[in-house]
C-alpha cells in the first residue's frame, strides 16, 4: 500500500489556481527532476548494453557530468527559497521572537551577498573558456554553456536569498520555510 | 594553526546563528584562504571548486542512491518488509520490536539515510506495536535505534561522501559496512531481548503465524532482496561470472538500483505521476542541499590544509607521544559530541579534512575510519539530549515525550558502545570482507 503523502495532504484544497510566477519559479526545479529521470535511466542502458552488447554509450560519462550540473543548480534556488539549506537550530530557544527575526534578515541577506561573487566569478571563468573555445572532450560540447548556467542559477539562488531577506522585513508572514 | 582554529570558531558560531552550514563553511573558507593569498587567489579557488565539484562523475552516485531510497519508501516497500519480519519474530514476546529492528536493517540495504529510515519505518511499525499493547518506551527506542542502520548498511550517502572526500574506495567502504552492520542487527535484538527480561510487560507476544503465511510474506519481498543482491552483489564482483559478467562502478550500481526501485514500486502500482515527479524533485533539492554543503566544506577544507592545520595537529599529538589509540579515543569522544549537535554529514565534511590526515599518518585503515566514524555518528543519532532520530519519531509519533524515548533507547545505546569497542579493538571484524575483494 503507498504511502501517504504529506505534501499532497496539505495541498490538497487548493482555492487559487495557481499563477504564471508560481509556474516561472517551480519550472527549473522540474528540469533538474526531468534530467535526474533520463540520468537513471541513462545509467541503466548504459550498463545493459555494456554487458549485453559490449557496447556502452559513448557520451554517458561526459552527460552525467552536465547532469550533474544541471540537477544542483536548476534546484538551488528553489532550495534557498524554501529554506531547505541543511542548518542547525539546536539554539533557537536562546532567541526572543525579535532577536530571532533580525538574525534571520541578517543571515538571509549576508547569504546573499555572499553567493554573488562566486556568480561572478563562475560567470568570468565561462567567458574565459568561451574566448579559448574549450569543448567537453568526447561530445565537443561547448564547456562555457554549463559554466554559464551554473552562474546564472548561483546568482538566482543569491537573488532569492537577499528577496528572502527583505521579504522578512516587509511582509515576514509570507516567508516560506 | 590559530588562523584554522578561529576560522573553526567562526563557523560554529554562524552555525549556531542558523546561517546553513553550507554558506557558514564556504564564508569561512573563502575568508580564511584571502588572508593568506589575497582576494583574486580565493575567489579564483571558489570559482574552480563550485565547477568542478558540481560536474564530478563520482558524486553521481549520491543522488541515484537517494532516488533509490526515495523510490522504495514511496512504494510502499517498507510495510512489507515489516510484515516480513512480523510472521517470522511476531510470536515471540517482544518480537514486534524484533521485527521492527529486523525490517529497519532490510530498509537500511536500500536507504542509505538513517533519518529516512526512522521516519518510513516508524510509520510502518509504530502502529502495529500499538496494536499488541507495546509500551512506548520500547516500540520507539526499537524504531529510533533500529533507523541508525540506515547510513551504515550499504549503500550509504554517508560513505560515499567519506569515500570521495579522503580517495578510499566506494565499494570497499559499503562491503566493509556489512558485518559492523549485521553485528549491529545482533546486538539490538540481544537489547530488545534485555528489555523484554526486564520488564515482560513491555512488549507482549503477537499471533504466532502458520507457515502459508510466512510464504506469502516472503513473496512479498523477493523483489527487494533481489535489487541488494544485484547493487551490492554487482559492486563486490559477484556478479561478474558466466553468462552475466556484470561489475558496477558505484554509480553504476547506484543507477541500477534506482531503476530497480522504479521498475518494482511502478510493478505494484503505487506509483503516481505525481509521485514520481514528487520523488524525483524531492531527491533534486536534497541533492542541492547536499552538493552545497559539500561545496562549503571543499573551500573550507582548502583553508585549513592551507593554514596548516592537520600538520600542525600532528607535530602536537607527536610531542605529547600518547598511543595511537588513545588518539583514536579522544578522536572518538570528539565525534560523539559533535554529532548531538550537528547533522551527521556536515559533521563529516567539517572533521574529516582535519582528522584524516592525523588518523592514516598514525597507521590507522582508511577504510576502518570511515566505518568507525559513521558508527559513532549512529550513536551520536541517539545519544541524550539531542539524538536527531528521536526528535524525528517524536515528529512523525507525536505523543510520546522526548524522555520516555531516550529512556527506551538506553539498553540500545550501550549495545552501541559495546559494538563499537568491538570494532575498534578487532579491525578484522571490519575489513575481512573488503581485503578479500
Given at each position: 500500500m503507498?504511502?501517504?503523502d504529506?505534501?499532497?495532504?496539505?495541498?490538497?484544497?487548493?482555492?487559487?489556481?495557481?499563477?504564471?510566477?508560481h509556474?516561472?519559479?517551480?519550472?527549473?526545479t522540474?528540469?533538474?527532476?526531468?534530467?535526474?529521470?533520463?540520468?537513471?535511466?541513462?545509467?541503466?542502458?548504459?550498463?545493459i548494453?555494456?554487458?549485453?552488447?559490449?557496447?556502452?554509450?559513448?557520451?554517458?560519462?561526459?552527460?552525467t557530468?552536465?547532469?550533474?550540473a544541471?540537477i544542483?543548480f536548476?534546484?538551488?534556488?528553489m532550495?534557498?527559497?524554501?529554506?531547505?539549506?541543511?542548518?542547525?537550530?539546536?539554539m533557537d530557544?536562546?532567541?526572543?521572537?525579535?532577536?530571532?527575526?533580525?538574525?534571520?534578515i541578517?543571515?538571509?541577506?549576508?547569504?546573499?551577498?555572499?553567493?554573488?561573487?562566486?556568480?561572478?566569478?563562475?560567470?568570468?571563468?565561462?567567458?574565459?573558456?568561451?574566448?579559448?573555445?574549450d569543448?567537453?572532450?568526447?561530445?565537443?560540447?561547448?564547456?562555457h554553456l554549463i559554466?554559464w548556467?551554473?552562474?546564472?542559477?548561483?546568482?538566482?539562488?543569491?537573488?532569492?536569498?537577499?528577496?528572502?531577506?527583505?521579504?522578512?522585513?516587509?511582509?515576514?508572514?509570507?516567508?516560506?520555510? | 594553526?590559530?588562523?584554522?582554529?578561529?576560522?573553526?570558531?567562526?563557523?560554529?558560531?554562524l552555525?549556531?546563528?542558523?546561517?546553513?552550514?553550507?554558506?557558514?563553511?564556504?564564508?569561512?573558507?573563502?575568508?580564511?584562504f584571502?588572508?593568506?593569498?589575497?582576494?583574486?587567489?580565493?575567489?579564483?579557488?571558489?570559482?574552480?571548486?563550485?565547477?568542478?565539484a558540481s560536474?564530478?562523475?563520482?558524486?553521481?552516485?549520491?543522488?541515484?542512491?537517494?532516488?533509490?531510497?526515495?523510490?522504495?519508501?514511496?512504494?510502499?516497500?517498507?510495510?512489507?518488509?515489516?510484515q516480513?519480519?512480523?510472521?517470522?519474530?511476531?510470536?515471540?514476546?517482544?518480537g514486534?520490536?524484533?521485527?521492527t529492528?529486523?525490517?529497519?536493517?532490510?530498509?537500511?540495504a536500500?536507504?542509505?539515510?538513517?533519518?529516512?529510515?526512522?521516519?518510513t519505518?516508524?510509520?510502518?511499525?509504530m502502529?502495529?506495536m500499538?496494536?499488541?499493547?507495546?509500551?512506548?518506551?520500547?516500540?520507539t527506542?526499537s524504531?529510533?535505534?533500529?533507523?541508525?542502520?540506515?547510513?551504515?548498511?550499504?549503500?550509504?550517502?554517508?560513505?560515499?561522501i567519506?569515500?570521495?572526500?579522503t580517495?578510499?574506495?566506494i565499494?570497499?567502504?559499503?562491503?566493509?559496512?556489512v558485518?559492523?552492520?549485521?553485528?549491529?542487527?545482533v546486538?539490538?535484538?540481544?537489547a530488545?531481548?534485555?528489555t523484554?527480561?526486564?520488564?515482560?510487560?513491555?512488549?507482549?507476544?503477537?499471533d504466532?503465524?502458520?507457515?502459508?503465511?510466512?510464504?506469502?510474506?516472503?513473496r512479498?519481498?523477493?523483489?527487494?532482496?533481489?535489487?541488494?543482491?544485484?547493487?551490492?552483489?554487482?559492486?563486490?564482483?559477484?556478479?561478474?561470472?558466466?553468462?552475466?559478467?556484470l561489475?558496477?562502478?558505484?554509480?553504476?550500481?547506484?543507477?541500477?538500483?534506482?531503476?530497480?526501485?522504479?521498475?518494482?514500486?511502478?510493478s505494484?502500482?503505487?506509483?503516481?505521476?505525481?509521485?514520481?515527479?514528487?520523488?524525483?524533485?524531492?531527491?533534486?533539492?536534497?541533492?542541492?542541499?547536499?552538493f552545497?554543503v559539500?561545496?562549503?566544506?571543499?573551500?573550507?577544507?582548502?583553508?585549513?590544509?592551507?593554514?596548516?592545520?592537520?600538520?600542525?595537529?600532528?607535530?602536537?599529538?607527536?610531542?605529547?607521544g600518547v598511543a595511537?589509540?588513545?588518539?583514536?579515543?579522544?578522536?572518538?569522544?570528539?565525534?560523539?559530541?559533535?554529532?548531538?549537535?550537528?547533522?551527521?554529514?556536515?559533521?563529516?565534511?567539517?572533521?574529516?579534512p582535519?582528522?584524516?590526515?592525523?588518523v592514516?599518518?598514525?597507521?590507522?585503515?582508511p577504510v576502518?575510519?570511515?566505518?568507525i566514524?559513521?558508527?559513532?555518528?549512529?550513536?551520536?543519532?541517539?545519544?541524550?539530549?539531542?539524538?536527531?532520530?528521536?526528535?524525528?519519531?517524536?515528529?512523525?509519533?507525536?505523543?510520546v515525550?522526548?524522555?520516555?524515548?531516550?529512556?527506551?533507547?538506553?539498553?540500545?545505546?550501550?549495545v552501541?558502545?559495546?559494538?563499537?569497542?568491538?570494532?575498534?579493538?578487532?579491525?578484522?571484524?571490519?575489513?575481512?570482507?573488503?581485503?578479500?575483494?
Open positions: 503507498p504511502e501517504r504529506h505534501e499532497f495532504e496539505h495541498a490538497a484544497p487548493r482555492l487559487r489556481q495557481p499563477g504564471f510566477w509556474y516561472v519559479a517551480v519550472a527549473p522540474w528540469v533538474a527532476a526531468f534530467v535526474l529521470f533520463v540520468m537513471m535511466g541513462m545509467t541503466f542502458l548504459d550498463v548494453l555494456r554487458s549485453a552488447f559490449d557496447n556502452p554509450l559513448e557520451y554517458a560519462t561526459e552527460l557530468r552536465i547532469f550533474m544541471i544542483v536548476a534546484s538551488l534556488p532550495v534557498s527559497w524554501k529554506g531547505q539549506h541543511i542548518i542547525v537550530d539546536l530557544p536562546l532567541f526572543s521572537m525579535r532577536a530571532a527575526r533580525v538574525r534571520d541578517l543571515i538571509d541577506l549576508i547569504c546573499g551577498a555572499a553567493l554573488l561573487w562566486p556568480a561572478k566569478r563562475v560567470w568570468d571563468l565561462a567567458e574565459r573558456s568561451r574566448d579559448f573555445g569543448v567537453t572532450e568526447y561530445m565537443g560540447f561547448p564547456q559554466e548556467f551554473i552562474a546564472a542559477f548561483t546568482a538566482i539562488a543569491a537573488v532569492t536569498f537577499i528577496a528572502r531577506g527583505l521579504l522578512r522585513i516587509f511582509a515576514p508572514g509570507r516567508v516560506p520555510g | 594553526m590559530l588562523a584554522s582554529v578561529i576560522g573553526l570558531g567562526a563557523v560554529l558560531l552555525v549556531f546563528l542558523r546561517m546553513p552550514i553550507a554558506i557558514a563553511m564556504g564564508l569561512v573558507g573563502f575568508v580564511g584571502m588572508v593568506e593569498r589575497g582576494f583574486r587567489g580565493s575567489i579564483s579557488m571558489v570559482g574552480r571548486i563550485i565547477i568542478d560536474q564530478d562523475y563520482g558524486l553521481s552516485v549520491v543522488p541515484l542512491f537517494i532516488l533509490m531510497g526515495l523510490f522504495v519508501s514511496r512504494g510502499g516497500l517498507a510495510r512489507e518488509l515489516y516480513v519480519s512480523y510472521v517470522f519474530l511476531g510470536h515471540l514476546r517482544g514486534l520490536a524484533m521485527a529492528i529486523c525490517a529497519c536493517a532490510g530498509f537500511s536500500i536507504c542509505g539515510s538513517s533519518l529516512a529510515t526512522a521516519a519505518m516508524s510509520k510502518v511499525a502502529p502495529q500499538r496494536k499488541f499493547g507495546y509500551k512506548d518506551r520500547l516500540s527506542a524504531i529510533a535505534a533500529g533507523g541508525t542502520l540506515g547510513i551504515l548498511i550499504p549503500p550509504s550517502v554517508i560513505l560515499v567519506y569515500g570521495l572526500l580517495e578510499t574506495s565499494g570497499k567502504l559499503f562491503i566493509a559496512g558485518v559492523p552492520g549485521l553485528l549491529g542487527v546486538l539490538y535484538l540481544v530488545v531481548k534485555w523484554i527480561t526486564r520488564d515482560p510487560e513491555s512488549g507482549p507476544a503477537g504466532r503465524s502458520d507457515w502459508p503465511a510466512r510464504w506469502t510474506a516472503i512479498g519481498v523477493w523483489a527487494i532482496l533481489l535489487l541488494f543482491f544485484l547493487v551490492i552483489g554487482g559492486l563486490y564482483g559477484l556478479l561478474d561470472v558466466w553468462p552475466v559478467y561489475t558496477f562502478s558505484p554509480t553504476e550500481a547506484a543507477g541500477m538500483g534506482a531503476t530497480g526501485a522504479f521498475l518494482i514500486a511502478l505494484r502500482g503505487s506509483l503516481t505521476f505525481r509521485t514520481i515527479v514528487h520523488v524525483l524533485t524531492e531527491t533534486a533539492t536534497t541533492t542541492a542541499a547536499l552545497a559539500l561545496i562549503g566544506a571543499w573551500i573550507f577544507s582548502n583553508f585549513v590544509n592551507l593554514a596548516g592545520l592537520p600538520e600542525a595537529l600532528q607535530a602536537f599529538v607527536q610531542s605529547l595511537p589509540m588513545a588518539v583514536m579515543v579522544m578522536i572518538l569522544l570528539i565525534y560523539v559530541i559533535l554529532g548531538c549537535v550537528f547533522e551527521s554529514l556536515s559533521m563529516l565534511l567539517l572533521t574529516v582535519i582528522f584524516f590526515p592525523l592514516t599518518s598514525l597507521g590507522f585503515d576502518w575510519f570511515g566505518i566514524v559513521v558508527v559513532v555518528t549512529e550513536i551520536s543519532l541517539i545519544t541524550p539530549p539531542v539524538g536527531l532520530n528521536v526528535f524525528v519519531l517524536k515528529g512523525v509519533v507525536g505523543d515525550s522526548t524522555a520516555t524515548i531516550f529512556r527506551g533507547v538506553t539498553p540500545f545505546w550501550v552501541d558502545i559495546v559494538r563499537l569497542a568491538l570494532l575498534v579493538l578487532l579491525p578484522w571484524l571490519v575489513l575481512f570482507l573488503p581485503n578479500s575483494m
